[in-house]
């Protein structure tokens, strides 16, 4: 079965700087997310992008934030000048059609020290 | 924004038992899905139920669209059944309920 995956599942990154988490959605899907999760915490939405551009974004997703869909198959989710308190789960999702189930990548654990 | 309530935020049972898991939303929904955690982290679909009933396996899904809330059913329940047990709706985007958190004793 089609699965979304993410690299990679964990990275470890000193404040400030930048890091780059990639996903592969499922192929036929048209719709595209990324969650967060901060251990612990409920998952939280960040944005939303179809159609090459952002549909929603939550409060969360600030001009730290940056999503880009470079080609085909990937879909990326830039962080600039990472905090502390962006450590967290960070999760890929895709959807077929605007109804449909949701199905998620097995997440990136992001680590700022 | 839409409001997900989900209850309780914490279950414990024996496996064997039996369970309800319930999700009130506060406004009127077009997608409605049931999500697990599991204890590696990873989160499955279960259910994209926006009305209705769904059954898979030992799982079934109630949507009462026009009473804004969902009910989750877990029957027979094993150790692997738990983690965390996530209702999300769309609103705009999929928001999810906060969980709850199941833990099933052998």
């Known amino acids: 079965e089609p699965e979304v995956t993410q690299t990679p599942s964990h990275q470890v990154t000193q404040m400030g700087q930048e890091v780059i988490l990639r996903c592969v959605p499922i192929s036929n899907h048209l719709y595209f997310y990324w969650y967060r999760q901060i251990l612990g915490q409920k998952v939280e939405f960040l944005v939303s992008?179809?159609?090459?551009?952002?549909?929603?974004k939550s409060e969360i997703f600030d001009d730290q934030f940056s999503v880009e869909r470079p080609d085909g198959s990937n879909f990326t989710l830039k962080i600039r000048s990472t905090k502390l308190e962006d450590s967290a789960m960070y999760f890929c999702?895709?959807?077929?059609?605007?109804?449909?189930?949701?199905?998620f990548g097995n997440g990136t654990r992001l680590t700022v020290t | 924004g839409i409001q997900v309530e989900q209850s309780p935020p914490d279950l414990i049972l024996q496996e064997g038992a039996n369970s309800t898991l319930r999700c009130n939303f506060s406004d009127s929904v077009n997608n409605l899905q049931w999500f697990h955690q599991n204890p590696w982290g990873q989160l499955i679909n279960l259910f994209y139920i926006p009305s209705g009933t769904k059954q898979n396996g030992r799982l079934s899904a109630t949507t009462v669209a026009t009473e804004r809330y969902s009910l989750l059913y877990i029957s027979s329940s094993q150790t692997t059944d738990s983690g965390v047990y996530f209702c999300?709706?769309?609103?705009?985007?999929?928001?999810f309920g906060a969980g709850t958190r199941l833990t099933v004793k052998p």
């Open positions: 999702a895709s959807m077929r059609l605007v109804n449909s189930p949701l199905h």
């Open positions: 992008f179809y159609n090459n551009e952002i549909s929603e």
């Open positions: 999300a709706v769309e609103d705009n985007d999929m928001r």
